[in-house]
């Protein structure tokens, strides 16, 4: 049996400031929008080339907003991911070269944390 990951709810105060921010400057491919009543509403959003989703909403999750860490996206090259998310005015770190990869870091609106890294070369 398979057992796949293939959605992580991220707690946000403003959904459709999130949305706009993963979709119009991280790059994330809209997938649905749904708004299912007064108390719920279901977005879905999807990295480039990812087999797992975010969800955003209201009602979905407990978790206060800007409380998640740790988040990370195995990427092909950290200096081109830094230059498309800066270009697209996302406040990216520096390029950190460390023995297990090279990182870039930056936060939701919120202040999730999100690390994307190019695994080393073995």
């Known amino acids: 049996m398979d057992w796949k990951l293939e959605l992580v709810i ?4 403003d959904v459709d400031r999130a949305k706009a921010f993963y979709v119009d400057q991280v790059g994330f ?4 929008d749904v708004t299912v009543s007064e108390e719920i509403r279901f977005v879905q959003l999807t990295p480039k080339g990812s087999a797992c989703s975010i969800a955003l909403g209201k009602g979905l999750v407990e978790g206060a907003p800007g409380s998640v860490r740790g ?6 090259d950290a200096d081109a991911a830094h230059d498309e998310l800066a270009a697209r005015g996302v406040d990216v770190s520096p390029v950190t070269d460390l023995a297990w990869g090279r990182f870039v870091y930056f936060d939701d609106p919120d202040g999730n944390r999100w690390s994307l890294q190019q695994m080393p070369v073995a």
């Open 71 to 76: 988040l990370q996206i195995v990427i092909d």
């Open 29 to 32: 491919n809209a997938d649905h």
């Open 10 to 13: 991220i707690p946000v105060s």
